[in-house]
């Protein structure tokens, strides 16, 4: 493979710098990013820019991308860091992973995970990468459930028929996509949701300042609450 051109070098490079500006610029400013700015930061005029992002919404769904691979980057190396059939340890680090990465990258999270951009939305590419976390969560479950060792508590309330249904369509229409075999029941993967918007609720109150005053022993509180999760979904302890 031949190495790339010096134009595209240079392109590459500029496109990595007007990325960095922008996440300085987001510190700043929230999400209310504009190639202006950004390029005013830069000591360019606006138009400049425009060979690189076209607009202020492609410069953002480039910074999500990014942002969106990074953190799932992070979460899977964590899983991938511990046996396979430690299954509630895989667990605890996918979630340990998400929130060092959450604390590493305030700004970067935020952006994921705050208030939505007025005027801004998320195109279809973004689907993917914004679901690594929640799919890592479901193959240690589906994993669990396939050899035997998932043990769910009851629940009190049992699951509503229609969101059984929309719930064994994702498990199907997964399957399908990524020809798994394995099952996963709509009960575990109900308990699976469930953690997954507890872990980024967690998560986004202490990076966004709601546990200020209440939770000082934050990591301790994180890890008995990322168990409690785990025990939920009714990972066995090693």
């Known amino acids: 493979m031949s190495a790339p051109s ?3 070098r ?3 490079e500029m496109i990595e710098e007007i990325k960095a500006v922008a996440r300085r610029r987001l510190a700043v400013d929230g999400a209310d990013l504009s190639l202006r700015g950004v390029a005013r930061d830069m000591g360019i005029v606006a138009s400049a820019l425009y060979r690189y992002f076209p607009s202020r919404d492609d410069l953002l769904t480039a910074l999500i991308l990014e942002g ?3 953190l799932g ?3 899977t190396s964590a899983a991938a860091a511990v046996p396979e059939a430690d299954y509630r340890g895989r667990w605890i680090a996918v979630c340990a992973a998400v929130r060092d990465w959450a604390l590493a990258h305030p700004t970067e999270y935020g952006l994921l995970y705050g208030s939505p951009v007025p005027g801004y939305s998320a195109p279809q590419d973004t689907i993917r990468p914004a679901s690594t976390v929640v799919l890592l969560l479901s193959d240690i479950a589906t994993a669990a459930t396939a050899a035997g060792r998932l ?3 009851p629940l009190p ?3 509503p028929a229609p969101v059984r249904a929309d719930l064994r369509a994702l498990v199907d229409q997964r399957a399908q996509a990524e020809h798994l075999t394995a099952d ?3 009960d575990t993967l109900a308990r699976v949701f469930t953690s997954w918007t507890q872990l980024f609720g967690l998560i986004s109150f202490e990076i966004f300042g709601r546990l200020e005053g209440t939770i000082d022993a934050r990591a301790d509180y994180f890890d008995y609450q990322a168990n409690l999760m785990a ?3 009714g990972l066995p302890n090693a």
């Open 184 to 186: 996963l029941p709509e």
């Open 6 to 8: 010096l134009r595209a």
């Open 231 to 233: 025990d939920l979904v």
């Open 73 to 75: 980057a992070a979460a």
């Open 10 to 12: 240079v392109r590459t």
């Open 151 to 153: 043990e769910p508590p």
């Open 68 to 70: 969106y691979e990074s």
């Open 157 to 159: 309330t049992p699951l």
